[in-house]
């Protein structure tokens, strides 16, 4: 797939932004032209004079399904949220409603820079081939759960298979391993996991300490801060990715930065659900990868990436009372490069030659986006997701928008239809 970007501003490695042009070769970014000499004899494609070109957004935590469950449960706490809201309809959901909600989601995803997605849900294999239709990178996974009544049965088996034999033809998928927390697993179903993934070595895909509840009963029942447990059981022998870490300890931290397990920040759902702020700059400190997420549509409720970013910026200012944590420079690697990194996609996440071309573009059409005197802190503080005009996978354009129409690589009245059955089925509307 070969593209060429002309007079485009682009965020560089390095924390430096430059307008130059970018061509890509069968997916991968060949040359990145800048100084007058080079691009004097650029080849000529499509003009982005005043747009910024970014790397590809990743999304590191997500349940794109649950666009399914915008809104529902609003104002309650995890714990009711979850049982008396959530999980009595996702009890309900088939193949289909999955397969519905995810392509739903990766859309919104598209549609808002996000090249790659980290997205943990029931009916995975559903999930999964209905991200794959969509163009979209993504790590998948089945979510390991273990209830003490023994339930669901087959679940550990699942959950190696899922991994053992999943393919991607277009090897824009991959698998990872998956629990949905410490606390709707057992000791056991924990181990075994760890012992299976020593065939695959893969990373861990995972929910922790999201609440200070959470956090408390996880140290009564084990004597030990879920990461610590996690780690001891041997599920982070191959890093990982933990959603959330809202009340993770200093040695929690030192202990993921051992074992190459990122923290995924969620400032919009741990707001919504009232659960706390991620020490993330601590965090970071102590040698953590930090990488952001929406988490699902139901708790944030939109999968506006942009919006995390603003966030991640404003709170951790106002709750250090220190206006200089997090440049914008910083919070843009979060969103790309740093979840790049968490999803082990090193092959993504900067503009950079030999990188795969995921880039998401920012048209400067608009009001808030004026003047541009600051494109690093112009994409923090001022864009969403809306602002997007391109979303750029390997080198193909899988998004668009004009002043005419906007259209997305995937058939949308069948989505549309799709989507709507569910919400009838489910009785959500």
Same mark, same amino acid.
């Given at each position: ?8 501003? =682009? ?21 990145? &032209? ?7 004899? $650029? ?34 706490? &995890?714990? +009711? ?8 309809? #996702? ?13 739903? @989601? ?13 997205? =943990? ?5 559903? @999930? ?6 969509? *163009? ?13 009544? @023994? ?10 298979? !899922?991994?053992?034999?999943? /393919? ?20 056991? !179903? ?48 191959? *890093? @990982? ?26 400032? /919009? ?18 040698? %953590? ?16 990436? !942009? ?5 991640? /910026? &404003? ?11 997090? $440049?914008?420079?910083?919070?843009? #690697?979060?969103?790309? %490069? ?6 082990? +996609? ?12 995921? &880039? ?25 997701? /809306? ?7 390997? *080198?193909?354009?899988?998004?668009? +928008? $004009? ?10 009245? +069948?989505?549309? !239809? ?12």
């Amino acid at each position: 797939m070969n593209l060429v970007l002309n007079n485009c501003l =682009m965020i560089l490695p390095g924390r430096k932004s430059a307008v130059g042009d970018i061509v890509v070769t069968n997916g991968k970014i060949d040359k990145i &032209l800048i100084s007058p000499e080079e691009r004097a004899s $650029s080849p000529r494609g499509i003009d982005l004079s005043g747009a910024i070109v970014m790397p590809g957004i990743v999304d590191a935590h997500c349940h794109a399904p649950m666009t399914l469950l915008r809104g529902v449960g609003g104002g309650l706490p &995890l714990k +009711r949220w979850l049982e008396e809201a959530i999980f009595p309809i #996702e009890a309900r959901m088939t193949d289909e409603d999955v397969a519905a909600g995810m392509t739903w @989601g990766a859309m919104e995803l598209l549609a808002g820079g996000v090249t790659c997605v980290a997205d =943990m849900y029931e009916h995975s294999l559903a @999930g999964a081939a209905a991200l794959a239709e969509t *163009g979209i990178k993504a790590n998948v996974c089945r979510p390991g759960l273990a209830f003490s009544d @023994g339930t669901p049965k087959g679940r550990l088996e699942e959950c190696i298979d !899922f991994v053992r034999n999943f /393919s991607d033809p277009n090897n824009r998928l991959v698998a990872d391993i998956c629990i949905h927390s410490e606390y709707l697993t057992n000791e056991k !179903f924990c181990r075994a996991l760890a012992e299976a993934n020593r065939e695959f070595t893969r990373p861990l895909n995972v929910h922790v300490s999201e609440t200070k509840r959470e956090h408390e009963e996880c140290i009564a029942r084990h004597g030990k801060t879920p990461i610590a447990y996690l780690a001891e059981t041997g599920l982070l022998d191959y *890093g @990982g990715y933990a959603a959330h870490c809202v009340w993770c300890t200093d040695d929690d931290f030192k202990i993921m930065a051992d074992r190459n397990v990122s923290l995924v920040h969620n400032p /919009s759902s741990n707001m919504k659900l009232a659960s706390g702020f991620a020490r993330v700059c601590r965090a970071a400190e102590l040698g %953590v990868n930090v990488a952001l997420g929406t988490d699902g549509p139901a708790s944030n409720d939109n999968l506006d990436m !942009f919006e995390e970013m603003h966030l991640t /910026s &404003l709170i951790h200012k106002g709750v250090l009372l220190d206006p200089t944590v997090l $440049s914008p420079w910083e919070v843009i #690697e979060m969103a790309t %490069v740093n979840g790049a990194k968490a999803l082990g +996609r090193y092959d993504t996440g900067e503009i950079a030659v030999g990188k795969a071309a995921d &880039l998401c573009v920012v048209a400067l059409d608009k009001p808030h986006l004026n003047p541009c005197v600051d494109a690093a802190n112009l994409i923090v503080h001022s864009a969403h997701a /809306s602002d997007v005009a391109m979303t750029i996978v390997d *080198g193909r354009i899988v998004y668009e +928008r $004009s002043p005419e129409q906007s259209w997305i690589d995937i058939n949308h009245e +069948r989505a549309e !239809f799709d989507f709507e059955m569910s919400l009838r089925r489910l009785k959500i509307k």
